[in-house]
């Protein structure tokens, strides 16, 4: 059986690295800054949706997860 170099391996310092990339998000707030920022370009897309229908059909998202048709 062959482990590469990943988390479920068993290798510690990629489980260390993970939950220090988590603790990272939490600890400095990219979570939230994302929800925000997403929220504010969701807006503005939405407005250019409303002055440009032919051009953008939907808009739709979540943080900065935001997709265009």
Not at 27 to 54: F, H, M, S, W
């Amino acid at each position: 059986m062959i482990h590469a170099m990943a988390t479920f391996g068993g290798m510690g310092e990629a489980c260390v690295t993970s939950i220090e990339a988590l603790n990272v998000l939490y600890d400095e707030g990219l979570i939230d800054n994302a929800a925000v920022t997403g929220d504010y370009l969701l807006q503005r897309l939405q407005a250019l949706q409303e002055k440009y229908p032919k051009i953008i059909k939907d808009v739709r998202g979540k943080g900065f997860m935001i997709g265009l048709e």
